[in-house]
């Protein structure tokens, strides 16, 4: 179990992004940065959140640690599944990306993304492959810069020396709004072969409502960043708004897209997507928004969530949390949740970045201790390989 003491280092940390945070004018301290020394729980039951429907029964279920598939990581935020079986993970405060060998675990560093600026939440984060990964092999990556946050692609050369591999990066999106906080992150291709981009609002909650701005939005365009015949808007790569900070995308057996969404100061959101949906913030936080805002299917108190990453496996959403350190599983039945939410090794790894399918009952999981608001043990920080029922 984790040990519930705060480091003087991260609390000095904690204390710095919160001075920031509220110099940025985005209100109050955000929950993720000023969050309570940590207490694991004593027992490996899964639990439903306070806010859950107390007529929903609860899930059967259950989750079990098959292995560590790699340790000693620093600041590890996106994670990418080779077609051998390995993986590829960002650091966001180095921004480098390392080859992780899944049976040996093995770390190569593979190169440095060029022009990443790190510092608070910003920095190198989301990774996604090709769709066409076996021909072009192109790694897509999301990373701040000293200007803006940008989407960029990288060729991938396996046969060149280790920390040399990645190519020079070539842009398809740029001017997304950064911050010192919420600067989304989270890429991935969805089942038409598009490109999906979880962004935030930077700290400045009006960008959320303004559809010319790429902050606090869902962003869907082609692999070239052009948008896409059906969007929202025709020439616009704006695919839902009133968004706060969103970095988690995963899509269901139906091809329906959910998002993960950190809320303020009183609940985090699992949200269903909607085409030119208006997801309500600022003027919403969780369910009963009204006013034509998309409500979330699901909500969570913040010191219980701060979702980061989301994955779809064995018919159920997954969510990584990083305030509340445990996975969420939210079971769904006919493409809606059919159950009350589960949580699962709640304090066992601290704080959860990253979730993805790994095929079947299995998924990989992102440990993220070392992002300076975690306190970091021997190892930290790890992906671990999970068996999920």
């Not at 919403?284 to 496996?313: L, M, N, R, T």
């Not at 975690?374 to 390989?385: H, K, N, S, V």
């Amino acid at each position: 179990m984790r040990r519930p003491a705060v480091t003087a280092v991260s609390a000095a940390a904690a204390l710095l992004l919160a001075t920031g945070c509220s110099g940025g004018g985005s209100g109050p301290a955000d929950p993720v940065t000023a969050e309570p020394p940590r207490t694991p729980a004593a027992s490996a039951s899964p639990t439903a959140p306070a806010s859950a429907s107390p007529s929903a029964p609860p899930a059967k279920g259950s989750v079990r640690v098959v292995s560590t598939v790699a340790q000693g990581l620093k600041s590890p935020w996106g994670l990418a599944a080779l077609p051998d079986g390995n993986l590829l993970v960002s650091s966001r405060d180095e921004g480098t990306i390392t080859r992780v060998d899944a049976e040996s675990g093995e770390l190569t560093v593979v190169g440095e993304v060029p022009g990443v600026a790190s510092g608070g939440e910003g920095g190198l984060l989301g990774l996604a492959l090709s769709p066409t990964y076996a021909e072009d092999h192109l790694v897509y990556a999301y990373f701040t810069t000293e200007s803006d946050n940008r989407v960029a692609r990288l060729l991938y050369d396996e046969t060149a020396p280790p920390g040399r591999q990645l190519g020079a990066p070539d842009t398809v999106l740029r001017n997304i709004p950064k911050g010192v906080v919420h600067n989304g992150g989270r890429i991935a291709f969805g089942p038409d072969g598009m490109l999906y981009v979880g962004t935030g609002d930077s700290g400045d909650t009006g960008l959320a409502q303004d559809k010319e701005s790429l902050g606090g939005k869902i962003l869907r365009m082609t692999p070239d960043g052009q948008p896409v015949h059906g969007n929202p808007e025709a020439d616009s790569v704006v695919y839902s708004y009133g968004h706060r900070n969103v970095q988690g995308l995963a899509w269901d057996a139906q091809k329906r897209l959910w998002a993960a969404e950190f809320g303020q100061n009183t609940y985090d959101e699992l949200n269903l997507v909607r085409p030119g949906g208006n997801h309500g913030w600022p003027e919403a936080e969780g369910k009963g928004g009204g006013g034509g805002f998309v409500d979330p299917v699901v909500q969570w108190p913040v010191a219980e969530a701060s979702p980061s990453g989301i994955a779809v496996a064995r018919g159920s959403v997954w969510l990584a949390a990083l305030r509340g350190e445990r996975l969420w599983r939210v079971p769904l039945a006919g493409g809606e949740p059919s159950a009350a939410p589960q949580a699962f090794l709640e304090g066992t790894y601290g704080r959860l970045r990253t979730v993805l399918a790994a095929g079947g009952d299995r998924l990989w999981l992102v440990t993220n201790e070392t992002d300076t608001r975690g306190t970091p043990e021997a190892g930290d920080d790890r992906i671990l390989l999970l068996e999920v029922r």
